[in-house]
């Protein structure tokens, strides 16, 4: 059996702190609150110490020591993650190393449209880079603001570009990574073609940060679109949504870049509680579905494509009404929609969240059963599933009812995601589609997955980190 991480000694923790200068070791517990507490507050850790390293070298030195004294690490970007894997536990043995210092472009190379960044820069400066560049980096999440690359990848977080250019995983070509003994890999290769062997990056991309340290990331670059439309359809039937996304998606083609599901309950509390918003429609629809359609090349009709996909669906009946965005402004409105519907809710009590992927032909009967099973079990809760309907990603949101106390409604959160689970995986599909594992979803990921499987990741996560001091007890 694996040996349990030890608490480290006051001299492993100054000699940690002597990597990386006093400066940027923080041992004041009110310095290290904002390290230690995930943004919805679900979890609240302690630790020995937070380190922030301004290089891969320091990265190496502080796990070389941490292997060697069987310290527990754990390892933190932007502290965005909504599954508390980049909380530590509530022991206070851990050493949280946050890689914020680690922000600098080593270079960007527009021939082979790659950038390579370190882990620490955050999502929307890398975004804007790449702009500069006259490139299009289309990871895009609500946090991108806060969010750090190394973070992204070792969630392999997906977002709002997912159907048209892949999650992280797919954005990554090569990755610099620091294991559990200090030894570095550069991996750092811009290759779309690399047959040699093992693909070892994609081991590390989602592992969350329990297999090796992402220091440094090459990343893929697009053209930059120049022409940009923004359209959001209202239908009455959920069960009509798969089959106009497969029409638009068929007329589209590689144009279609988004495709958003939002339920009306969802665009009310936007309504209610965001700023900058209006409703599209003046009547309600009980459903809306958001989509993009973008093009690099000057003077694409997108117009007319989107006029004619929006046509033969209100023909077909599987829509019941249509608006375009006459301006870069009103697409923002439209946008807005979407990327408040997650905050807002905070607004309307406790919260019970689900992040979850099936079939997109079986979205319908998912959120269909789980409507259900929610009203049996909670009475009155309101469900606001919403996400990204072009790839099946489903964050099936459940608000408390407004008269129930809210520490009440999330006494039952570990009944209702087991409920809500078991009907995505009755459905064939994944209880995890973007979110990670982390803390919250640890004890499910045994039922979720094969034996076969859990005893596989036990082996890789054996061979890379022996002493199991890389965010144990996160996602295995």
């Not at 923790?13 to 006093?22: H, P, S």
């Not at 995983?169 to 570095?184: K, P």
Request: some cysteine.
């Amino acid at each position: 059996m694996t040996e349990a991480p030890r608490a480290p000694s006051p001299d492993t923790l100054n000699a940690l702190a002597r990597i990386v200068g006093e400066d940027h070791a923080i041992r004041d517990p009110d310095a290290m609150a904002p390290y230690l507490v995930e943004w919805r507050d679900l979890y609240r850790g302690k630790a020995a110490l937070v380190l922030k390293p301004g290089t891969t070298q320091d990265v190496s030195a502080i796990l070389a020591r941490a292997n060697e004294t069987r310290t527990a690490i754990v390892p933190q970007g932007g502290n965005t993650g909504l599954v508390g894997g980049q909380i530590p536990f509530e022991t206070g043995q851990e050493v949280v190393v946050a890689l914020e210092r680690l922000n600098h472009v080593r270079g960007i190379d527009l021939a082979s449209n790659t950038m390579t960044v370190e882990a620490g820069l955050v999502l929307a400066s890398a975004q804007q880079v790449a702009d500069s560049a006259g490139r299009l980096l289309p990871l895009s999440l609500a946090s991108e603001g806060s969010c750090q690359i190394g973070g992204v990848l070792a969630t392999n977080a997906g977002g709002m570009g997912v159907l048209a250019y892949g999650n992280a995983r797919e954005l990554a070509l090569g990755l610099e990574v620091v294991l559990a003994d200090g030894s570095v890999w550069n991996g750092l290769k811009s290759l779309r073609k690399d047959n040699s062997g093992y693909d070892l990056k994609d081991l590390f991309v989602g592992s969350e940060g329990t297999l090796g340290i992402i220091t440094a990331a090459v990343l893929r670059l697009y053209p930059k679109p120049v022409e940009r439309l923004t359209a959001m359809v209202g239908l009455s039937q959920l069960e009509c949504a798969p089959a106009f996304f497969a029409r638009a998606l068929a007329r589209a083609g590689a144009a279609l870049t988004a495709f958003e599901l939002l339920p009306r309950i969802g665009v009310e509390f936007v309504l209610k509680h965001g700023h900058g918003v209006r409703d599209p429609y003046p009547e309600p629809h009980a459903w809306y579905l958001l989509f993009e359609l973008t093009s690099p090349r000057e003077g694409e009709d997108l117009a007319s494509l989107a006029e004619t996909v929006l046509a033969q669906g209100l023909d077909a009946g599987e829509i019941d009404g249509a608006v375009i965005a006459a301006s870069l402004a009103q697409a923002q409105e439209l946008w807005r929609l979407r990327h408040l519907m997650s905050e807002v809710q905070r607004s309307e009590g406790g919260s019970i969240k689900h992040d979850v992927a099936v079939s997109v032909a079986r979205v319908p009967e998912f959120i269909t059963r789980a409507n259900q099973i929610v009203e049996l079990m909670i009475p009155g809760a309101r469900p606001v599933p919403f996400g990204h309907l072009g790839d099946g990603n489903v964050h099936y949101n459940v608000s408390q009812p407004p008269s129930m106390d809210r520490a009440i409604f999330l006494s039952h959160w570990e009944a209702l995601n087991a409920a809500v689970h078991e009907i995505v995986l009755d459905l064939g599909g994944s209880i995890s589609a973007e979110h990670g594992i982390g803390r919250l979803k640890r004890d499910l990921l045994p039922h979720a997955k094969q034996a076969v499987e859990i005893d596989l990741m036990r082996k890789i996560k054996a061979a890379f980190d022996p002493n199991n001091i890389l965010n144990p007890g996160k996602l295995l």
